[in-house]
C-alpha cells in the first residue's frame, strides 16, 4: 500500500511567512510560523525546513502545493505550486471549510488587514487596507516597544484595565501623538494599553468594515487574533461574539492547501529546497515604449520563469 496524499499550503506576507501541510480530511499534519523579514525566498526554504521535521515521510506524500500572500506567484515558481491564488479567496475558502455558518472575517495581520462577508459559504464582498498601520500588526508592536512591554502580553495588560483611556484612532501618527501625551499625563499602564486595544478596533472599523453590514457569527483571524485585548474590543463594538481559531493565523495557508487539495492538478513536492540556489533579476525591456519591467527567477543559475512584460516582445526564453 502506497502512502497517502498530503496538501502544502504556504501564505508569505509582508511580515509573516506561515506554512501547512494537511491530509485529506484537512487535518493540519505538519505547520509552521515565521517572520519573512524581507526576504521571502529565503524565509520559504526556512519554512519548508521546519514543516519537514515534522513531516512523516514514511506514510506521506505531498501531492498538490498551494501559495497565496502578497508573494504568492514568486513563491509559487520556487516550490512548484499546482494552485496560486490571492489572500481573500484563500482566507475564505479557508474559514468557510471549518466553520460553514460564518458571515463575517476579520483578519489583521502585520502590515495590512482585510474584511471579508460571506453568504451562503461563498464569499460576497471584501475591502482591504494597506494605507494606515494604526489598524494592524505593526502598529500594535511598535507601541508595546514605546511601553516596554513584549507584544505578546498586550492582551493580558489590556484585560485589567477598569478605565481604557482614549486614543484617536484616525491614523499612525495621530494616535502615536496621543498616546505619548497620555503617558505624559500619567494614565495607568494597563489603561493605556487597552486604549491601544480599542484604537485598533475602532480604526479597522472605520477604515476596512465602513459601510460593511456586519453579520454574525464572525470569525476573527490573521496574528492580531491572539490578542484578547482586540477581540475583547471587537466584542464590545459589534455587539456579538467574536471566535477566534486556534490555528487563526494560519488561516490564509490552510485555505491555500485545501485549494491545491481540491484542484485536479498534481505535482510531488521535493522537499529538497535548501539545497537549491534561488535568486531574482530584474530586467527593462526597451523594446517598445512600454519599457516594461521585467522580473526573472533563477534557480542553480537557470531561467525558471518570468513576469512583468506586457506584450510578446518582452517575453524572455527560458
Same mark, same amino acid.
Given at each position: 500500500?502506497?502512502?497517502?496524499?498530503?496538501?502544502?499550503?504556504?501564505?508569505?506576507?509582508?511580515?509573516?511567512?506561515?506554512?501547512?501541510?494537511?491530509?485529506?480530511?484537512?487535518?493540519?499534519?505538519?505547520?509552521?510560523?515565521?517572520?519573512?523579514?524581507?526576504? +521571502?525566498?529565503?524565509?520559504?526554504?526556512?519554512?519548508?525546513?521546519?514543516?519537514?521535521?515534522?513531516?512523516?515521510?514514511?506514510?506521506?506524500?505531498?501531492?498538490?502545493?498551494?501559495?497565496?500572500?502578497?508573494?504568492?506567484?514568486?513563491?509559487?515558481?520556487?516550490?512548484?505550486?499546482?494552485?496560486?491564488?490571492?489572500?481573500?479567496?484563500?482566507?475564505?475558502?479557508?474559514?468557510?471549510?471549518?466553520? +460553514?455558518?460564518? /458571515?463575517?472575517?476579520?483578519?489583521? %495581520?502585520? =502590515?495590512?488587514?482585510?474584511?471579508?462577508?460571506?453568504?451562503?459559504?461563498? #464569499?460576497?464582498?471584501?475591502?482591504?487596507?494597506?494605507?494606515?498601520?494604526?489598524?494592524?500588526?505593526?502598529?500594535?508592536?511598535?507601541?508595546?516597544?514605546?511601553?516596554?512591554?513584549?507584544?505578546?502580553?498586550?492582551?493580558?495588560?489590556?484585560?485589567?484595565?477598569?478605565?481604557?483611556?482614549?486614543?484617536? #484612532?484616525?491614523?499612525?501618527?495621530?494616535?502615536?501623538?496621543?498616546?505619548?501625551?497620555?503617558? =505624559?499625563?500619567?494614565?495607568?499602564?494597563?489603561?493605556?494599553?487597552?486604549?491601544?486595544?480599542?484604537?485598533?478596533?475602532?480604526?479597522?472599523?472605520?477604515?476596512?468594515?465602513?459601510?460593511?453590514?456586519?453579520?454574525? +457569527?464572525?470569525?476573527?483571524?490573521? %496574528?492580531?487574533?491572539?490578542?484578547? %485585548?482586540?477581540?475583547?474590543?471587537?466584542?464590545?463594538?459589534?455587539?456579538?461574539?467574536?471566535?477566534?481559531?486556534?490555528?487563526?493565523?494560519?488561516?490564509? #495557508?490552510?485555505?491555500?492547501?485545501?485549494?491545491?487539495? *481540491?484542484?485536479?492538478?498534481?505535482?510531488?513536492?521535493?522537499?529538497?529546497?535548501?539545497?537549491?540556489?534561488?535568486?531574482? *533579476?530584474?530586467?527593462?525591456?526597451? /523594446?517598445? +515604449?512600454?519599457?516594461?519591467?521585467?522580473?526573472?527567477?533563477? *534557480?542553480?543559475?537557470?531561467?525558471?520563469?518570468?513576469?512583468?512584460?506586457?506584450?510578446?516582445?518582452?517575453?524572455?526564453? *527560458?
Amino acid at each position: 500500500m502506497g502512502r497517502q496524499h498530503a496538501y502544502l499550503g504556504i501564505d508569505v506576507g509582508s511580515i509573516s511567512t506561515k506554512g501547512v501541510i494537511i491530509d485529506k480530511q484537512n487535518n493540519i499534519l505538519a505547520s509552521a510560523y515565521i517572520w519573512t523579514q524581507g526576504d +521571502p525566498i529565503g524565509a520559504v526554504k526556512k519554512l519548508v525546513a521546519l514543516l519537514e521535521k515534522q513531516f512523516d515521510k514514511q506514510q506521506y506524500k505531498v501531492v498538490a502545493t498551494g501559495t497565496t500572500g502578497s508573494a504568492r506567484k514568486l513563491v509559487g515558481v520556487i516550490v512548484g505550486a499546482t494552485m496560486v491564488k490571492n489572500e481573500i479567496t484563500a482566507h475564505a475558502v479557508g474559514t468557510t471549510t471549518f466553520y +460553514p455558518e460564518v /458571515r463575517t472575517i476579520l483578519e489583521i %495581520g502585520g =502590515q495590512d488587514s482585510k474584511i471579508i462577508l460571506v453568504e451562503n459559504g461563498v #464569499a460576497v464582498d471584501y475591502a482591504m487596507n494597506t494605507l494606515c498601520a494604526a489598524g494592524t500588526g505593526a502598529f500594535l508592536s511598535s507601541q508595546a516597544k514605546r511601553l516596554g512591554i513584549e507584544v505578546e502580553d498586550i492582551g493580558e495588560y489590556a484585560l485589567k484595565s477598569k478605565h481604557p483611556t482614549q486614543i484617536a #484612532a484616525r491614523c499612525t501618527v495621530f494616535a502615536e501623538s496621543d498616546l505619548v501625551h497620555k503617558i =505624559q499625563m500619567g494614565h495607568p499602564r494597563e489603561d493605556i494599553i487597552a486604549g491601544v486595544c480599542n484604537a485598533v478596533a475602532a480604526n479597522y472599523m472605520n477604515n476596512v468594515g465602513k459601510g460593511k453590514k456586519i453579520a454574525s +457569527p464572525v470569525v476573527f483571524q490573521g %496574528g492580531v487574533s491572539k490578542n484578547k %485585548g482586540v477581540v475583547a474590543a471587537f466584542e464590545k463594538l459589534l455587539g456579538c461574539d467574536v471566535i477566534v481559531d486556534q490555528n487563526g493565523h494560519l488561516m490564509g #495557508a490552510l485555505g491555500a492547501a485545501i485549494l491545491a487539495r *481540491r484542484s485536479n492538478k498534481r505535482q510531488e513536492f521535493d522537499f529538497a529546497m535548501e539545497e537549491m540556489e534561488f535568486y531574482t *533579476r530584474e530586467a527593462s525591456c526597451g /523594446r517598445c +515604449p512600454n519599457n516594461c519591467e521585467i522580473i526573472c527567477v533563477f *534557480r542553480d543559475g537557470k531561467l525558471i520563469d518570468s513576469w512583468g512584460n506586457r506584450c510578446e516582445r518582452g517575453e524572455v526564453k *527560458r
